[in-house]
């Protein structure tokens, strides 16, 4: 594994940084401090901020040039990802497209589609959600109940959706739905559906944090064109597992990044209000030591992405670590700031920007999403350390 940039990776460093310099908006905490901040207006200026990166050619950045990417490889995405952290860029807004379809697309759908999703997902012209969880179907995904019949050159899809990420801005969803009733992993298909195709009905969901950034999706009776299946039929499991890996495995070498910045506010606020005593020292000590172990085991991600492997059982572990850290960072964070840390980003009296109390609620997600610590503990039992099973 080695760890030194290479002179073309400097370059290319160079060359984000001074795009970024002449580019970049307003920073992405001032923005979320506006008093004119409405969930509609940040979905706006993450379109915004997406279709300026894409222009400039910044997404896709490890897809092949053919299917609208750059065809650099997962260091030059790290570096990128890096400079928008320090450059404190807003996120693109087609997180799950980019992130979680793109690459299920390129492994496994066809020419056509690719031609068809990738370009208006890169540029932000259709927003993606992914549709596999259902009401009874979560950590057990296999067992899930939404309905795709062949009828002609339609499919016919029926059945419920929920914890759709996305649900109520999105376009489309990537949907999985059983096209066999009795093949439990071999009876489920990954279908594309446009979410205003009659039939489909999206209902948003209030969160604790007071935000509704996910929905339930309904489907009755919704013809959704053939062609719009990726892979064979009953082909879904095996493509359903390459979108988790790549969004279980997202790269923590650049979590790391943010949660040094955010560190660094977090021992500046303690500073101000005049904890600096050994009791608070020791704690953000300890979150340092754990961010580092989180950056040393992204890098060794980032190698094996680097040395062409996809990402497998592992990255779990990733996803295990992270959300808990999180998790931990949140809570020493309130625990240390005392009532000020219960002021929300806009409040005039809030000592900094960093919206501690909303990151609290927001981190109690994160340890269920993408399957929660139980399951990918179970994963990592069987699937990376080999455990024996209990025979029962
Ligand atoms: C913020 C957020 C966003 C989400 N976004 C999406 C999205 O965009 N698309 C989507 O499809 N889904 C999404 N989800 C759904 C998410 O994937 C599920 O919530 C998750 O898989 C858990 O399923 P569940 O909620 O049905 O809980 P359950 O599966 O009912 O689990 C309940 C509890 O039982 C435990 N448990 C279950 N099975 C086992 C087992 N075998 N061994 C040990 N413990 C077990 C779990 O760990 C958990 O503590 C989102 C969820 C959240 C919270």
């Not at 706006?44 to 050619?57: C, D, I, M, N």
């Not at 056509?112 to 259902?134: K, N, T, Y």
């Not at 009401?135 to 002609?152: F, I, M, T």
Request: hydrophobic share 40%.
């Amino acid at each position: 594994m080695d760890l030194q940039l290479s002179p073309q990776h400097l370059a290319f460093r160079e060359e984000v940084r001074g795009w970024l310099a002449a580019n970049a908006d307003r920073p992405w905490r001032e923005v979320l401090r506006g008093s004119t901040a409405t969930e509609d207006s940040l979905i706006e200026a993450r379109r915004v901020w997406q279709r300026k990166l894409h222009g400039a050619g910044y997404l896709g950045m490890d897809w092949p040039a053919e299917w609208g990417g750059r065809g650099g490889g997962p260091v030059e995405q790290a570096i990128l990802e890096t400079e928008l952290i320090e450059a404190d860029a807003p996120p693109i807004l087609n997180t799950l497209g980019i992130g979680l379809l793109g690459p299920a697309l390129i492994h496994h759908g066809s020419e056509e589609q690719r031609r068809r999703f990738i370009p208006p997902m890169l540029a932000a012209e259709e927003i993606w959600c992914q549709g596999f969880s259902e009401p009874g179907s979560g950590s057990d995904l296999a067992s899930l109940k939404a309905s795709a019949v062949l009828d002609g050159d339609d499919f016919i899809l029926n059945g419920q959706k929920v914890w759709t990420t996305f649900g109520p801005w999105a376009d489309w969803i990537f949907v999985l739905a059983r096209t066999d009733g009795k093949d439990r992993y071999g009876g489920i298909s990954f279908i594309l559906c446009k979410l205003d195709t009659p039939g489909i009905t999206v209902r948003p969901l209030r969160q604790i944090t007071g935000e509704s950034e996910f929905g339930e999706v309904f489907f009755e009776d919704a013809r959704v064109p053939r062609t719009n299946l990726v892979g064979e039929i009953g082909e879904g499991w095996r493509i359903a597992m390459t979108v988790l890996a790549y969004e279980r495995g997202a790269i923590s070498f650049t979590q790391a990044v943010q949660y040094g910045r955010d560190l660094g506010r977090l021992a500046t606020a303690c500073k101000e209000i005049g904890r600096t005593g050994s009791a608070v020292r020791e704690k953000l000590g300890r979150l340092l030591v754990e961010n580092e172990v989180m950056r040393a085991n992204g890098i060794r991600t980032l190698a094996n992405f680097a040395d062409g492997k996809a990402p497998g059982a592992e990255s779990s572990i990733e996803k295990v670590y992270w959300s808990e850290f999180d998790q931990r960072f949140r809570e020493t964070a309130l625990d240390l700031l005392g009532p000020g840390g219960q002021l929300v980003r806009t409040s005039p009296e809030a000592r900094d920007d960093c919206d501690w109390a909303r990151q609290f609620l927001w981190s109690r997600a994160e340890t269920i999403f993408s399957g929660s610590s139980e399951v990918q503990r179970n994963i990592i039992a069987k699937r990376v350390l080999k455990l024996p099973q209990d025979p029962r």
